[in-house]
């Protein structure tokens, strides 16, 4: 039940919780402001699509005008005797009509834009799912960064409780008359040195916990990591270097280029002719009848087209630009690729440094708990002096501290293993 609890804590705003990983994962994902950004642009992007797909389909439209022509053509006969005017019109002209519109060719613009536009949704889906894997590489960082202190801070804890007991210890012995006040005060000197270390430590933890606060949506929250540093991250998936080439940011990247590609081809299709079909029906005044100026059904189809014959090279040399942004694209791709090809290589290295100092560093505590006991036992029958035993002490924090540190590093060059094959 501790984990519900501390969602509830954080989601009220309380100064302090506790959370597991997988929780400030969930919580991270949910507040990140660059990945609701990154999701924003990929709507953006469908948005988009589904426009470029529309054009390429026929519109209907409904339409209506009203016109007044001071003066109208009249035709006047004269017959002998006789004459007659006869005016077209009165001047008032109306016109209600409801029409379809198609594009019949475009030299293959519609259709390249709508699959650029399919491209550019792919690509943001993927650079949204880039983000994530960055915001998830933060988080872990962020989490094992406050575990460690808090096991450095942890260390620092038993130091004090092991000089306090010390201090004890000796003021008895001096009260016997069996040590010197100069002991009791060195051991007290120490024993104010390591509260200083621990004030220091609990300091770097509680700021570690703010920094994981923030990242989890609550910057006024101290969040304290729920988890064991000894336990890995890695579970067993695949860690090949053949992973890397599947992440989302370079599959973003590839489809960036195809996106540029086919907007270059579909600016090339503007060097064709266009053609268009308007089909319409109308109820107006006067219709087709002027002279009869009544309110008529009628029916219009045109076809019409459209072809610039010169226009200096202008869409020529934009189709270059296209083409141009399309290389730089693979430019990008092919650097990222290798960045991140030198990135997963490294944090292998960094992974078996760690875990091979990780494990020199448990067997420093080892030997420091032995000697400090082997000390503590020549002190006890003279043989050892207070500053001997006093430099023990420290030597068993300092590894405890390193170890806490070692492990932490393992923690982190193993989130960054996660990150370079997308997980």
Do not use: K
């Not at 081809?265 to 109308?282: M, N, T, Y």
């Not at 090809?341 to 708990?369: K, M, P």
Request: aromatic fraction near 4%; proline fraction near 3%.
């Amino acid at each position: 039940m501790l984990i519900p609890i501390a969602v509830l804590a954080l989601a009220s705003g309380l100064p302090a919780t506790t959370l597991d990983l997988a929780t400030c994962l969930d919580l991270a994902r949910a507040h990140a402001p660059r990945l609701r950004e990154a999701t924003a642009v990929e709507e953006q992007a469908a948005a988009a699509s589904r426009e470029a797909r529309a054009r390429r389909a026929p519109t209907v439209s409904l339409g209506a005008s009203y016109r007044y022509t001071s003066e109208v053509m009249e035709q006047h006969f004269e017959l002998g005797p006789y004459s007659r005017s006869l005016e077209f019109g009165d001047g008032h002209a109306a016109d209600l009509n409801v029409g379809v519109n198609a594009p019949l060719f475009t030299g293959g613009e519609l259709r390249r834009q709508s699959e650029a536009a399919a491209a550019g949704v792919e690509a943001a889906a993927q650079r949204a799912a880039a983000t994530g894997l960055d915001v998830a590489r933060d988080v872990r960082a962020a989490f094992y960064i406050a575990l460690g202190r808090e096991s450095q801070a942890a260390a620092s804890r038993l130091a004090v409780e092991r000089l306090q007991r010390h201090v004890g210890e000796v003021a008895g012995t001096v009260d016997a008359g069996a040590a010197t006040e100069e002991s009791r005060l060195r051991a007290l000197a120490r024993l104010r040195e390591a509260e200083q270390l621990g004030v220091r430590l609990v300091a770097a933890r509680d700021s570690a916990a703010v920094a994981l606060g923030r990242l989890v949506g609550s910057p006024d929250v101290a969040v304290t990591p729920a988890g064991e540093l000894t336990e890995s991250l890695l579970t067993g998936g695949d860690l090949s270097p053949a992973r890397v080439a599947e992440r989302p940011d370079l599959v973003a990247l590839a489809r960036e280029e195809e996106r540029q590609t086919l907007l270059a081809e579909a600016q090339r299709g503007r060097l064709w002719p266009r053609v268009g079909a308007d089909v319409r029906a109308h109820y107006g005044r006067p219709g087709v009848d002027l002279i009869a100026n009544e309110w008529t059904p009628y029916a219009t189809a045109a076809v019409s087209l459209d072809w610039p014959l010169w226009d200096d090279g202008a869409r020529t040399a934009a189709a270059s630009q296209l083409a141009a942004l399309a290389r730089q694209a693979a430019a990008r791709r092919a650097e990222a690729a290798d960045a991140l090809a030198a990135a997963h290589a490294a944090a292998r290295i960094e992974l078996d440094a760690a875990v091979a100092a990780e494990t020199l560093a448990g067997e420093r505590v080892e030997l420091a708990r032995r000697i400090l006991d082997l000390v503590g036992g020549r002190l006890r029958a003279a043989a050892a002096t207070e500053s001997e035993f006093l430099d023990t002490q420290d030597d068993l924090t300092a590894a405890e501290l390193d170890l806490a540190l070692a492990r932490t590093r393992v923690r982190l060059a193993e989130a960054v293993l996660l990150w370079t094959v997308g997980q």
